[in-house]
């Protein structure tokens, strides 16, 4: 089920041009409006979920597969060195349209993508470990 209100479901329904590089039953792929770099784009589930934990699990089974297909295709056209696939939950993890949506972002060698963090202190991953573990398993 789409959201009227959600800007993402308005481009899926066609109700907003975007620049497809894929389509199927389950899928829309879009170049980004505003790339991190040439040929960065975007998968849309055609189904409304806010983030990983409301999108149906059946869309989230077959979004890597997209994933793969769409940056194998990029990787031919245009030859770059590498390729990062991403997915932000929550406004304080980058989220900014509440759509469930995974970016496919070509990376060049030299280019100024910037994704990655400062490494911190792991001297309490056996606490948290535990407590994570406890949390998965009920």
Avoid at 21 to 49: R, T
Avoid at 66 to 82: E, I, P, Y
Wanted: aromatic share 6%; proline share 4%; charged share 30%.
């Amino acid at each position: 089920m789409l959201d009227d209100n959600c800007i993402f479901c308005k481009i899926v329904k066609g109700e907003i041009p975007s620049e497809k590089i894929y389509e199927d039953d389950d899928f829309l792929v879009m170049l980004d409006i505003a790339p991190a770099s040439k040929g960065h784009a975007v998968i849309l589930p055609k189904c409304h979920g806010a983030d990983i934990f409301e999108l149906p699990d059946e869309y989230l089974e077959k979004i890597l597969k997209v994933a793969r297909k769409c940056a194998a295709g990029m990787k031919k056209v245009l030859n770059c060195d590498g390729i990062n696939i991403l997915q932000n939950n929550g406004e304080a993890a980058g989220q900014t349209v509440f759509h469930y949506h995974m970016h496919i972002i070509p990376r060049f060698k030299g280019d100024n993508v910037n994704v990655g963090w400062v490494p911190g202190d792991s001297a309490d991953n056996a606490e948290i470990g535990k407590k994570i573990r406890e949390a998965i398993e009920g």
